[in-house]
């Protein structure tokens, strides 16, 4: 019968109208039928004898009519699966203009009709043609599709619980089983038909009703309550998904109960400080503000953020075309759905051409600056050393100089927790970057129509390109290994929204020279981190005490220039400032001749691609160089590689 009815769901649209017509057919004439023998005590002459003129016009009208004003009301457009009640009010319109037409009918040929005729008719036919379609959806329907769906229970008994339950109902993934509350009056009763049950009752009932997964509903906790609640879920071998947190829910209203995998924010269990609105406003509300690598994960936040507090001009300069356009139209979309009158200029360019960085500055009359331009990921750097250098620390400085021929009142360099001791060229090159923003900030320092210089520095930010969260979940899915470099290595993570709201605030709070440290909570164990997005996903990681898991977690060794453990000041000292997210730090800096006579050095090694020289020059700059690996550019090691084998084939 199964087969016979999944064959039957199976069948063109067309098939499917004509099979819902006829059968109401036979329910409108069974419903008159049968109101006339509840009536009357039997069917009536005129039904039994349809060969009559004036009762098979009365039928045959009756039916017809009916099963138009059925079509027009959109009854045979409505799946039977996802029948509610709005298709019941239809079809209840239906039945009682059928009932007006028949005893209109009744009249126009003269038959006899007791007035309670088409009560007991539109009643009857509200009952069969509504009831019946409400009954093979509910037991039928809902048993061979149930078949089909993972078994769930909703972590969550609240508004957002039962709006989440509702969307399930017609969901061919999931299958409702139950709730889970904290609640203890709640707990045993039921809500929307199904129980709720306590936290301690979640082994026993997963174990008995074989629950696949469970659906997190609680957008109103905080993360740190998320955190605990999750931490009690990790070891029993359940798929965790979650409904967005409230925030999100308000931010993007269309996708506010669309389940999602629980954010890696949650496992952090650290609440974002709000932000204080006239620290995002001061430097960009009605004002002129660029964001160079406007096109890249922080940059592009900053624009997103910069644009919710109103600014003139918004100034995207990017390198990249791909990502530049990608983020003006996203931008553009943003801009028409919240009514904003912003005007946005997408630019191409390198921060390593100053001429026209500044002609971009002067031209549009740049007031606001946030320098997210840079190379940043750490082997790519170590492989590149010469264009690293080049972006992060001659790029860096170019626009910084060019800020102060054009008079732009705010600068502010994004920066890294890398730039701390470095141990990688990315990281060293990040550190001469800040010294070069610091030293042209000590130059200029009370000049009037000077920029005032800030940085900002903090850690890894959580979906960047490039960070291991969507690594783990690609590896995850297919079946693993997960790989990380080394067993005790250590990050501190913070959302992308977060650090760039705080990159804004902290801007706002320069006096000039600054350079601010954001609060990243406490650092996470990258291999605890993996271990705990396995057993999210309702799998186990393979280890010496489950040598039967799912996933095992494989360790490759650190990275050219990767450190164990990040810091975030290179001195021991911290200031306080207005934000309790944001320090400043105290540290030493180049004044600007003695960082042009070091940049001037830099440049010619650069210039003539000597690599050692390079080395040399930062390993003897003030930014604490420790290098782990020697400098691993490809090209230089090519070259020197080929002049190895000439001097070989001379000396032979």
Known sequence: MKLKLTSLFQLPRRYKKLISALFDAFCIIFALLLSYWIRMGETPSMIEQLHLSSASML????????????SKLGLYKAMLRYMTLHVMSKIFIGAI???ILLTAFAHLFNNFMPRSIPIIYASLLVILSGGIRLFLRSVVIEHISNVQRGRVLVYGAGSAGRQLTAAMR???????????DDNEIIQGSMISNYPVYGPDRLASIIKQDRIDTILLALPRESRLRRKQIIESLLELKVEVLSMPSLESILENQDDGFKVQDVPVEDLLGRDAVPPKKELLQQDITDKVVMVTGAGGSIGSEICRQALLQSPKILVLFEVTELALYSIEKELSAMKVQR??????????????????????MSAFKVETIYHAAAYKHVPMVEYNVVEGVRNNVFGTFYTAKAAVEAGVNTFVLI????????????????????????????KYHNVPGTPRFSMVRFGNVLGSSGSVIPLFKKQIANGGPVTITHPEITRYFMTIPEASQLVIQAGAMAKGGDVFVLDMGESVKITDLAKNLIRLSGLTPKSEEEPFGDI???????????????????????????????MRAQEEFLVFDEFMALLDKLDSACHDYDYEAIHHILLNAPAAFNPTDGIGDLVWQEVRSNVSLQESGVRS
């Open 59 to 70: 039928v045959g009208l009756t039916l017809v009519f009916t099963l138009l004003i059925y």
């Open 97 to 99: 203009g059928s009932a």
């Open 170 to 180: 017609s969901s061919e993934t999931y299958r409702m089983c139950g709730f889970i």
């Open 339 to 360: 009514g904003l009158e912003t005007r946005i200029i997408p630019l191409l360019g390198s921060v390593q051409r100053i001429n026209r960085l500044s002609k971009i």
């Open 415 to 442: 920066s890294t927790d890398k730039a701390v001791r470095p141990t990688n060229i990315m990281g060293t090159s990040k550190r001469l970057a800040e010294l070069g923003v610091q030293a042209l900030a000590n």
């Open 552 to 582: 095992e977690i494989k360790f490759t060794g650190l990275r050219p220039g990767e450190k164990l453990y990040e810091e975030l000041l290179v001195g021991a000292d911290e200031l306080k400032t207005s934000h309790q997210q944001v």
